[in-house]
């Protein structure tokens, strides 16, 4: 009852506090999301992984910079050019200020490859190199083919098909697989932490032995089994 009585004496400094609290929050969103220039100011959305900062390096703007010589086109244009950014589209929302909206790629795998480690999207592009922002990525070891900010060539494209193959058939796998690695003579390993196995695959990368592997590992999680080498090249499994 106590209780009660309190809240209804004090309940308006409550709301007080929280609508202080709300405005607080919005304003510094607002702020971190912003810049002035000369004039005007620059409101930026939709950016994930990309900061305020490099955004405006990227447009050569500060706040020195005249809100009327901005061109939005030119704007796009160079934004375009940073990897990340999938689409951007810059436009004037009030007299004196410019919104700029950006789409990210959204990273789906890391490349290791050329000693330098490769972000890459659903479509093979290149999201970065040595930059890795995306958390809790399976890597994907060999050598492959970059062209133009892309991954091309039958080895890398048929290894990735198989891997997103085997997480459509068991997606329990995924938080389980840390890497694929695909050597120079074709065969293909793969590398667990839970449990902490290495797998031979072999050459082949199909639904017959996409199924060995899910049968395999639920073997050893039943039979509470200890190794550190699965073999799967031949018509049995081979524990080491």
């Known amino acids: 009852m106590y209780a009660l009585e309190w809240i209804k004496q004090n309940g308006w400094k409550i709301g007080s506090s929280f609508v202080v609290f709300s405005l607080t929050f919005l304003l510094y969103e607002f702020s971190k999301n912003s810049s002035e220039v000369s004039g005007g100011?620059?409101?930026?959305?939709?950016?994930?992984l990309i900061s305020k900062q490099e955004i405006f390096f990227a447009l050569g703007v500060n706040e020195n910079s005249k809100i009327q010589d901005l061109k939005p086109e030119e704007m796009e244009?160079?934004?375009?050019k940073i990897p990340r950014i999938r689409e951007v589209r810059v436009?004037?929302?009030?007299k004196n200020q410019l919104l700029i909206s950006i789409t990210e790629g959204r990273a789906v795998y890391l490349v290791r490859m050329n000693?330098?480690?490769y972000e890459i999207d659903k479509d093979d592009r290149v999201l970065s190199i040595d930059d890795v922002r995306e958390e809790n990525l399976i890597t994907?070891?060999?050598e492959f083919t970059l062209k133009e900010g892309k991954l091309e060539g039958s080895k890398f494209k048929d290894l990735k098909k198989s891997i997103d193959l085997t997480f459509q058939m068991y997606p329990e796998f995924k938080p389980r697989i840390s890497e694929f690695k695909i050597m120079n003579e074709g065969t293909i390993l793969i590398y667990l932490h839970n449990p902490r196995v290495k797998v031979i695959l072999g050459n082949s990368f199909d639904k017959l032995q996409i199924r060995k592997l899910y049968s395999a590992i639920a073997y050893l999680e039943n039979e509470t089994v200890s190794l550190s080498i699965l073999d799967l090249r031949g018509e049995d499994a081979v524990f080491q």
């Open 41 to 48: 100011k620059i409101v930026l959305n939709g950016h994930r």
């Open 140 to 142: 994907i070891t060999g």
């Open 77 to 80: 244009k160079k934004l375009l």
């Open 115 to 117: 000693d330098s480690i």
């Open 91 to 94: 436009s004037l929302r009030a």
